[in-house]
């Protein structure tokens, strides 16, 4: 499997971390030559040039010590890179969101056992606070001067809430075509949202060349990328904790960068080889829209590389032409025996509704996508549906209220009299 090619960053954020700085962790490893490089503002490794991952050493962790913690992702800090007393720093404390059994839409679609890991109940209302509250962290231990990010939107919002609880001074950067609601949410929040004309890769470029010429930035998912990346984890450990400790038999994920099935995955096996839940075999799906579809493109042609794309889609939060994580995620579905599917804009907004009306649960449009690849995956026979299955809802709809606002509306306009309701038939 091939490294994609990146600069290394090394930007001079400080000296060095305190002693239990990062927690457990012991390295950065490099995920294609498993190069170890020292705890530090780096994500690519300076042999290869592969991305780098944080490694750990874990001391015995039990259920009991877990399920006394925090009901927020610093219960499991033992298995994320930051210090013992990470409660005690101001953050958006985001995590422990609902396992909704979803009775009816597992009706609606066919499947016997179905679950909604609800993340739309975060501080922003997107599983970005989570990743956004471990590289917080990093961030203060590198002493770093600027909390930034170039974001689709729902990172943005978080780096910016995240910022302002913590008092430290957040840039955002976002494509200039990014949905209203989500520019506004960040907004609120930062005097310094910048929005550029390109797309998500565009934004993403520009903050990685600032991220080498500027001392201090620390850009969440560029230069403090390993840790913010472990954040993800929490969505694995939470789920298989609320489901009892226990890991559910299929997932359904939604795939921009990637980063996210890639560390459910990893959470899985931590909890495995932790023995805090039973190995068993487990599949795991990718949903992607039709118009930023590399990695279901590639799975699907068969290829090991992805194709980058120029995104044209509803879905903006998953609209990463070049996800950086799309080879990990080939391997992963393939090797649990998943795939990774997509769905068009008006799928993903029949996504949007069906979710809405069988559970009650309005999302944005990268949740309408999973709905909606889930429904696929079941009639194409790709997903088993007699299985336990839990799909996640990264982000809340009201982020995302054009995508269906022409769709949906009043059943009637009527005169305020009891004929004319009747007239209606919703009787």
């Known amino acids: ?202 934004v993403n470029k520009l903050a990685s060349e600032i991220a080498g010429e500027e001392e201090g930035w620390a850009f969440v998912n560029v230069n403090v990328r390993p840790y913010y990346a472990e954040g993800s984890k929490t969505l694995g450990y939470e789920i298989a904790e609320q489901l009892g400790w226990r890991l559910p ?34 599949r795991i799906f990718g949903a992607q829209a039709e118009g930023c579809g590399p990695v279901a493109t590639a799975y699907k042609a068969g290829h090991d590389a992805i194709r980058p794309v120029k995104p044209d889609t509803i879905a903006k939060s998953l609209a990463i032409g070049n996800p950086a994580d799309g080879i990990y995620v080939l391997d992963i579905t393939r090797r649990s025996g998943g795939a990774v599917e997509e769905v068009t804009d008006e799928e993903i907004r029949a996504g949007i509704v069906l979710l809405a009306r069988t559970e009650g649960i309005f999302t944005e449009t990268a949740g309408g996508t999973t709905t909606a690849v889930t429904k696929k995956l079941v009639e194409t026979g790709q997903l088993d549906p007699t299985l336990e299955t839990v799909i996640i809802n990264t982000g809340h709809g009201l982020k995302t209220l054009d995508a269906v606002a022409g769709g949906v509306g009043a059943a009637a306009t009527i005169a305020p009299t009891y004929q004319a309701f009747k007239d209606t038939g919703i009787a």
Not at 250 to 255: F, G, L, S, Y
């Open 1 to 202: 499997m091939s490294a994609p090619v990146i600069e290394a960053v090394t930007t001079p954020v400080v000296a060095g971390p305190r002693e239990g700085a990062f927690g457990n962790a012991v390295a950065l490893a490099c995920r294609e030559c498993a190069h170890r490089t020292a705890l530090g503002p780096f994500y690519a490794c300076p042999e290869c040039f592969g991305p780098l991952e944080i490694a750990y050493e874990f001391p015995a962790v039990t259920r009991e010590e877990i399920e006394a913690g925090p009901r927020n992702i610093w219960r499991y800090k033992a298995l994320l890179p930051v210090p013992a007393d990470i409660e005690t720093s101001p953050n958006t404390e985001p995590g422990f969101t609902r396992l909704l059994k979803a009775e009816n839409l597992g009706r609606e679609l066919g499947i016997e056992s179905l679950w909604v890991k609800d993340d739309s109940t975060n501080p922003t209302n997107s599983f970005k606070d989570r990743v956004v509250a471990c590289a917080l962290s990093a961030a203060r231990e590198l002493d770093a001067k600027v909390f930034a990010c170039p974001s689709t939107g729902n990172l943005a919002n978080a780096v910016a809430a995240a910022g302002a609880r913590a008092g430290i001074k957040t840039v955002v950067f976002i494509p200039s075509n990014l949905e209203h609601p989500k520019q506004v949410n960040s907004a609120i929040f930062t005097e310094s949202l910048v929005a550029v004309d390109g797309n998500y890769d565009d």
């Open 249 to 282: 038999d299929q997932v359904v994920i939604p795939v921009a960068s990637g980063s996210q099935l890639t560390k459910v995955d990893k959470a899985f096996q931590e909890l495995i080889k932790l023995g805090l839940v039973e190995d068993k075999p487990y």
